[in-house]
C-alpha cells in the first residue's frame, strides 16, 4: 500500500507528458498553418493591389500624360515616409518607366530597380537596396513599366502572430498538462484502489 501513490503518481505524470506532448505537436503544426495562410492572404492582398496598379499606370490616360512629359492627376508621388493623400491603391508604392531605349524613370530617385527586375511580368517578392518589396510589371508602347510595394505590413503581420502564438504556448501547454494529471489521478485513483483490495483479499484468502 505505501508504494502505490508514488506508483499513481508516476503513471499520471507520465501519461500527463504524453498528452502535452501530443498538444505540442498539434499547436505546432497548426502554428505553421496559421501564419502559412496569414503570408498567403496578405501576399495576395498585395498582388491584388499592385495589379490594379499596373492596370493604371498602363491606362491610356497615364500614357498620354507620359507621352506629353506630364504626371496626371490622379497620380501621386510617394514621399520616404508613406503615401500622401489621394495615391491610387493606398499604402506605399513605388513605379518605374523604363523606356525602349533602357533609361528608368521613377517616383523614388532613392530606390534605384536593378537590371534583372526592369523587364519583369507577373507578380514577384524581390529585395531591394536592402528593402523587401513585391513588384509586378507589364509591357507599355513606350517600353515597360514596374509597380513596387513594401512587404514590411505583412512582415510585421507575420511576426506580431509567431509572437502570439509563441506567448500562448506556455499556458496552453501548462493548461493541458495539469489537466491532465488532475483528469489522471481522479480516474486511476478508484482502479488502484479497487486493485489494493483485490490484492488484499487475496493475500487474506491464501492464509
Not at 500500500?1 to 504524453?18: D, E, F, H, I, Y
Given at each position: 500500500?505505501?508504494?502505490?501513490?508514488?506508483?499513481?503518481?508516476?503513471?499520471?505524470?507520465?501519461?500527463?507528458?504524453?498528452a502535452t506532448g501530443v498538444v505540442a505537436v498539434v499547436y505546432l503544426v497548426v502554428s505553421i498553418v496559421i501564419v502559412a495562410w496569414?503570408?498567403?492572404?496578405?501576399?495576395?492582398?498585395?498582388?491584388e493591389r499592385l495589379a490594379r496598379a499596373v492596370r493604371?499606370?498602363?491606362?491610356?490616360?497615364?500614357?498620354?500624360?507620359m507621352g506629353a512629359g506630364e504626371l496626371p492627376p490622379e497620380r501621386e508621388v510617394v514621399d520616404g515616409t508613406g503615401p500622401v493623400p489621394?495615391?491610387?491603391?493606398?499604402?506605399?508604392?513605388?513605379?518605374?518607366?523604363?523606356?525602349?531605349?533602357?533609361?528608368?524613370?521613377?517616383?523614388?530617385?532613392?530606390?534605384a530597380l536593378p537590371e534583372e527586375y526592369r523587364h519583369v511580368v507577373g507578380p514577384r517578392t524581390v529585395t531591394?537596396?536592402?528593402?523587401?518589396?513585391?513588384?509586378?510589371?507589364?509591357?507599355?508602347?513606350?517600353g515597360h513599366v514596374v509597380v513596387?510595394?513594401?512587404?514590411?505590413a505583412v512582415n510585421d503581420a507575420r511576426t506580431t502572430a509567431i509572437v502570439g502564438l509563441v506567448?500562448?504556448?506556455?499556458?496552453?501547454?501548462?493548461?493541458?498538462?495539469?489537466?491532465s494529471v488532475a483528469i489522471g489521478r481522479r480516474v486511476a485513483g478508484p482502479i488502484e484502489r479497487a486493485r489494493q483490495r483485490q490484492l488484499a483479499f487475496t493475500a487474506d484468502a491464501s492464509h
Open positions: 500500500m505505501s508504494t502505490s501513490a508514488p506508483q499513481l503518481g508516476n503513471v499520471t505524470t507520465r501519461v500527463a507528458l504524453a496569414l503570408t498567403l492572404s496578405l501576399t495576395a492582398q498585395v498582388d493604371f499606370e498602363t491606362s491610356p490616360l497615364v500614357e498620354e500624360a489621394g495615391l491610387p491603391f493606398g499604402r506605399e508604392r513605388v513605379t518605374w518607366r523604363i523606356a525602349s531605349e533602357g533609361t528608368v524613370a521613377s517616383d523614388r530617385s532613392d530606390l531591394i537596396d536592402g528593402a523587401e518589396l513585391r513588384i509586378d510589371g507589364a509591357v507599355v508602347d513606350a513596387g510595394e513594401s512587404m514590411d506567448l500562448i504556448a506556455p499556458f496552453l501547454l501548462g493548461a493541458v498538462f495539469i489537466g
